[in-house]
């Protein structure tokens, strides 16, 4: 059984960091991509960024790029997204998820697959 747990949301000012952790298990994670999203309060949910465990290929919303860092540590089987000069438009629940593949880049943007298996979520919450 697939299992994602999501760790690391809180609190935080406009400009500061968080680091959100993704604890995997229950499937072969290098054959799987693992990414996250986040759905603020009465908006659709987001791909924010993808990575792929085989190649540790990254996808990024354009939004976040060059503010957010996704990597993965294959050996503890975690994902990790440092995402640093936090903006109040940052704000959502963020989850992890994991599927064969990431999806595609088009004009600098990242759009997702669909995603098969979804964590709990994690609450980020940027105040300005």
């Known amino acids: 059984e697939v299992q994602l747990v999501e760790s690391g949301g809180g609190l935080v000012q406009a400009g500061g960091s968080l680091r959100l952790s993704c604890a995997a298990s229950?499937?072969?994670?290098?054959?799987?991509?693992i990414a996250w999203f986040r759905q603020a309060p009465g908006k659709d949910r987001e791909g924010v960024s993808c990575?792929?465990?085989?190649?540790?290929?990254?996808y990024y919303k354009l939004s976040v790029k060059g503010r957010f860092t996704i990597s993965a540590d294959n050996a503890k089987r975690m994902v990790y997204l440092q995402m640093n000069t936090l903006k109040p438009e940052d704000t959502g629940v963020y989850y992890c998820?994991?599927?064969?593949?990431?999806?595609?880049?088009?004009?600098?943007?990242?759009?997702?697959?669909?995603?098969?298996?979804w964590g709990q979520g994690t609450q980020v919450t940027v105040s300005s």
């Open positions: 998820a994991a599927d064969r593949r990431c999806g595609v880049m088009y004009n600098d943007n990242y759009y997702p697959t669909d995603f098969g298996s």
């Open positions: 229950g499937f072969t994670f290098d054959d799987y991509a």
């Open positions: 990575i792929t465990t085989d190649d540790a290929g990254t």
